[in-house]
């Protein structure tokens, strides 16, 4: 029988200790856990960057339309509260986008302190530990200026559908 040779034996006969087995674990965890913040922190960065060229745009387009009203005479057809609403949501989008940017970084560089260490350079866990913690912190931040600005656009939107019922009355 072929069973006892070749590199099947070999691979059977192979016995990770629960110590060894453990470590590989540590070892694994250790390498992915920036690897999934970044790509996650990524993911972020392209909705927010989304969202604040759709504001721009908007921005855009009414400060156009006052510029024209008032080159006109004509009546400006927005709400004068518009561009300052607009002005809110457009620093609460540019502060998410900083502070996600920012998260990037601090993953990176707490990357860079974890491929120090596996190059046998001193690991210095205090510094591995602020860069992941800044990392998360900053990436929780950005999710309190985005926070505002969904709450800003919800009440916009809730407003102007008051405002069109009321004026269909």
């Given at each position: 029988s072929r069973a006892g040779r070749g590199p099947l034996r070999s691979f059977h006969s192979a016995r990770m200790n629960p110590g060894m087995l453990s470590d590989v674990v540590g070892v694994i965890q250790t390498a992915l856990a920036p690897v999934f913040l970044l790509a996650g922190t990524a993911a972020f960065l392209g909705v927010y960057t989304g969202r604040l060229a759709r504001l721009a745009d908007r921005v855009n387009t009414v400060a156009g339309d006052r510029l024209e009203a008032a080159g006109s005479g004509r009546p400006v057809e927005h709400d004068p509260r518009q561009l300052r609403y607009l002005q809110r949501r457009t620093l609460a989008l540019e502060v998410a986008?900083?502070?996600?940017?920012?998260?990037?970084?601090?993953?990176?560089?707490?990357?860079?302190?974890?491929?120090?260490?596996?190059?046998?350079?001193?690991?210095?866990?205090?510094?591995?530990?602020?860069?992941?913690?800044?990392?998360?912190?900053?990436?929780?931040?950005?999710?309190?200026?985005?926070?505002?600005?969904?709450?800003?656009?919800?009440?916009?939107?809730?407003?102007?559908?008051?405002?069109?019922?009321r004026a269909g009355r």
């Open positions: 986008v900083i502070l996600a940017t920012l998260s990037g970084f601090c993953t990176c560089l707490s990357v860079l302190a974890l491929l120090g260490g596996a190059m046998g350079r001193e690991l210095s866990e205090a510094a591995l530990f602020w860069f992941f913690g800044a990392a998360v912190a900053s990436l929780l931040g950005s999710f309190v200026a985005f926070l505002f600005e969904i709450f800003s656009a919800c009440f916009s939107m809730i407003a102007q559908i008051y405002s069109a019922g």
